[in-house]
C-alpha cells in the first residue's frame, strides 16, 4: 500500500491484541494511521464498503489450517474490494489466564475457531478436561478470561498485558513454524505497480456444471506457464453443484502471460472477478518458462500480424 497514511484508517479484525492487529501495525503505510477494530471479518469489509476506512487488513489462510472461508466467501461475493497487500505472520500461541490461575484449575479454555486446531494435542496433554469455548477473535477470547467468562484463553502473548492477564505457557502449537497470510484491501482502483515478484488474486465462477470444467480452468494457466498458489472451491449459494474457484497465482495482470490468461478465463466462465495483483510478502520471483515471456508474445503478435498481411 502507498501514499500518505497520516489520516487514513485502517480497519482490523479486533478488539485490540488480534493477531490481526499485529499483521496491520506491520505494514510500513499503516504508521501514524488510525487503526480501527471491528467484531467480525464481515464488519471489517462493510467498514471499508460504506467509506468508514481507507483500508482493512484481514487473515486469508493459515499454513496449519488452511483458508479462513468466511474471508473467501465475503470477498467472493458482495461489492467489489481489492488486494493490494499481504503479510505473513508467524503465529504461536499463548495460554492466557488470571493472576493466580493454575494450570489445574482451567476447565474452559477459549479461542478463535481457527487456533483450537493448532493447538489441539498440546490442550489435550495439558487441559485433558478443559472444554473449548469459541470466540469471535482470540483477543476477544481474552477479553472474556478478564471479564470471568472462561478459564484461559489462546492468544498472542502480547494481549496478556491489555487485558491485566498472565501467560500460563506460551510458544503453544502443535505444528512448529505456523504462519498466517493477512491481505491489505481497499476500495477498486489501479493495482500496485509490478515488481516482479508479485502475485495475483481472482474468483471463477463456473457456468452449468460438465466435466472438465476445472480442467478448462487450469488449462488457461497451465499453457501459459503461470503457477497457481492456491485453488480453493466454494458454494455460491446459489444451489447444489454451483460452485466458485477461488485463485492465488503468480504474476501482475501486467504480464501479457496473466492478462491472456484472464482473457481465457472471461470466455470460459459464467463471471470472473479481479481481486488484485499486489507485491508477495515474501519477496519470491517465478521462474517464467521459455515462451512465455512478455517479449515471447510481443514477438508472437507480430509474427501472426505479418502473416495475416502477407508479409511474412
Not at 489450517?65 to 499463548?94: K, M, R
Not at 481472482?202 to 472438465?212: K, L, Q, R, T, Y
Not at 490468461?261 to 470460459?268: E, N, T
Not at 507485491?279 to 512478455?294: K, S
Request: proline share 6%; glycine share 8%; hydrophobic share 40%.
Amino acid at each position: 500500500m502507498t501514499g500518505d497514511s497520516r489520516s487514513r484508517n485502517y480497519a482490523y479484525l479486533g478488539p485490540q491484541g488480534t493477531f490481526t492487529e499485529a499483521a496491520l501495525q506491520s505494514l510500513p503505510d499503516s504508521a501514524g494511521g488510525v487503526h480501527l477494530p471491528y467484531a467480525t471479518v464481515p464488519a471489517v469489509l462493510d467498514a471499508l464498503r460504506r467509506d468508514e476506512v481507507e483500508a482493512a487488513v484481514v487473515a486469508l489462510e493459515n499454513s496449519v489450517e488452511g483458508s479462513v472461508p468466511t474471508t473467501l466467501d465475503e470477498l467472493s461475493t458482495g461489492e467489489p474490494l481489492q488486494i493490494v497487500g499481504e503479510v505473513h505472520l508467524p503465529v504461536s500461541f499463548a495460554l492466557l489466564v488470571r493472576p493466580g490461575t493454575a494450570l489445574a484449575d482451567v476447565k474452559t479454555v477459549a479461542s478463535h475457531p481457527h487456533a483450537q486446531p493448532q493447538c489441539r494435542r498440546w490442550l489435550g496433554e495439558h487441559t485433558p478436561h478443559a472444554e473449548w469455548r469459541a470466540a469471535t477473535s482470540n483477543a476477544e477470547a481474552a477479553q472474556h478470561v478478564a471479564d470471568g467468562h472462561y478459564d484461559a484463553a489462546l492468544a498472542g502473548a502480547f494481549a496478556a498485558a491489555r487485558y491485566g492477564l498472565t501467560v500460563l505457557a506460551e510458544d503453544i502449537h502443535d505444528v512448529a513454524d505456523a504462519v498466517t497470510r493477512f491481505v491489505a484491501l481497499r476500495r477498486p482502483g489501479p493495482s500496485p505497480l509490478p515488481t516482479g515478484a508479485d502475485r495475483t488474486t481472482v474468483v471463477a465462477f463456473i457456468g452449468e456444471d460438465h466435466p472438465g470444467a476445472l480442467l478448462e480452468i487450469l488449462t488457461e494457466f497451465s499453457v501459459r506457464g503461470i503457477n497457481l498458489t492456491l485453488i480453493q472451491s466454494r458454494p455460491t449459494g446459489a444451489g447444489l453443484g454451483s460452485y466458485l474457484f477461488w485463485m492465488d497465482f503468480d504474476g501482475h495482470i501486467d504480464d501479457a502471460r496473466v492478462g491472456e490468461a484472464l482473457m481465457g478465463l472471461r470466455r470460459i466462465c459464467a463471471d470472473v472477478r479481479f481481486l488484485g495483483s499486489y507485491p508477495r510478502a515474501d519477496q519470491a520471483r517465478p521462474e517464467i518458462r521459455r515462451g512465455t515471456h512478455d517479449a515471447d508474445f510481443t514477438e508472437a503478435g507480430a509474427w501472426l500480424e505479418a502473416v495475416r498481411t502477407g508479409h511474412a
